[in-house]
């Protein structure tokens, strides 16, 4: 490294030196170093004390469900929104269908109820909303920036008031004692029940696990050098031959399908499942924890979950002003640090890292822009 070269990294921030650092990794230096922290994930509902517990005011274990779930479902928004740059302001629907099909097929209130095998009901409900994603995109899908927006959005309202009128979704009443995973203790007492979250949370934090692994193989392959192109200039791309609407439907059934399995793990969880749980309100958090965290980028989302869902019930003074700290939060974000508290990297190609580093001597360079952005205006001609 030359004079002028170290002289310019002792400059450099120190978030931005650990960033290169990181970034100068081999794959599998970052994941050996990675195992430590996956552990201490795992160990975090043990450590129920001061400053990490939430009680009295929330129960630990569940709120860190809770956000682990939360977690999951920006991963899934994030492929439509960060990955693709398609703003879905209707992502709630897909989590509401996920959840009712597993309340339709588990609960003995339904008409469908049969005694299914939880991990058959799993894959059942993700092809479900997989193919409302493409029930959704098909038709939509050649919008553009806010006119895509209403049309999710008036998307996941249409879900939300199928369910409220619908006589066999029971509306306000729901589905009760929902259906969850197998699996019993030594004295035959159940291992995922209602009242203890710390199951819940190992399962959905495993899930999330295979989750970043599998978009992230996406990314890193042909499919997500399209999402790319897409995001960052759709006429572009399709000049240049991507297959453009095809690889939209493919980040919205993926996206859909990950809000699915979400929606899934809920209803277990809460082993209720009524209309009331899934508003414009709840989609527009789901964004948010995309928006603040860094949209594009996967660890950035989790931390974004983490802010929206952690935060309050970790300081309950905080919470019935939620909203308006989230509002004031994002407006400041949008003022000094657009790309998000974690922006996405610039490129993503397969090898594009070790390319990069030996072509210019340095990692590439993190956006300062949120991915999220109007890549044009109206229907795509």
Do not use: C, H
């Not at 009524?274 to 996967?298: E, P, Y």
């Amino acid at each position: 490294m030359s004079a002028t070269q170290t002289s310019s990294t002792a400059r450099e921030p120190f978030g931005t030196r650990i960033r290169t650092w990181w970034n100068g990794l081999s794959r599998f230096q970052q994941w050996g170093l990675l195992i430590p922290l996956v552990a201490v994930v795992y160990l975090l509902p043990l450590l129920n004390f001061f400053p990490l517990s939430t009680e009295p005011g929330t129960n630990y274990e569940i709120a860190l469900f809770n956000a682990a779930r939360m977690a999951l479902l920006a991963i899934g928004l994030n492929v439509v929104v960060g990955q693709a740059g398609l703003l879905d302001l209707g992502y709630v629907g897909f989590f509401a269908i996920g959840a009712y099909v597993a309340a339709v097929l588990t609960s003995p209130d339904s008409v469908l109820y049969g005694d299914y095998p939880w991990l058959a009901v799993v894959p059942i409900a993700m092809a479900v909303t997989m193919i409302s994603g493409v029930i959704l995109g098909t038709p939509t899908l050649r919008l553009r920036g806010d006119y895509l927006a209403i049309v999710t959005l008036g998307f996941g309202e249409i879900v939300r008031l199928l369910a409220d009128n619908i006589p066999q979704l029971r509306g306000n009443q729901g589905f009760q004692s929902v259906g969850g995973p197998p699996g019993t203790y030594a004295d035959g007492s159940p291992i995922f029940v209602q009242t203890d979250g710390a199951p819940w949370y190992w399962l959905t934090v495993t899930a999330i696990i295979v989750v970043l692994i599998l978009v992230g193989n996406l990314e890193r392959s042909r499919v997500g050098r399209a999402w790319v192109a897409i995001r960052e200039d759709e006429d572009a791309a399709e000049i240049m031959g991507v297959a453009t609407f095809r690889f939209k439907i493919w980040s919205f059934v993926i996206g859909a399908a990950i809000g699915g399995l979400s929606g899934v793990l809920y209803a277990g969880q809460a082993a209720f499942v009524n209309n009331q749980r899934f508003d414009v309100i709840t989609s527009v958090l789901f964004l948010a924890a995309v928006v603040l965290g860094g949209s594009g980028n996967k660890v950035g989302v989790i931390l974004g979950a983490l802010v929206i869902s952690y935060i309050p019930d970790r300081f309950q003074v905080i919470s019935e002003y939620r909203y308006l700290i989230f509002g004031l939060a994002l407006i400041v974000l949008m003022i000094f640090r657009p790309q998000g508290l974690l922006g996405a990297r610039q490129r993503l190609l397969a090898y594009g890292r070790q390319a990069y580093r030996k072509l210019l001597g340095r990692s590439e360079p993190v956006a300062t822009e949120s991915p999220m952005q109007d890549s044009g205006k109206g229907v795509n001609a």
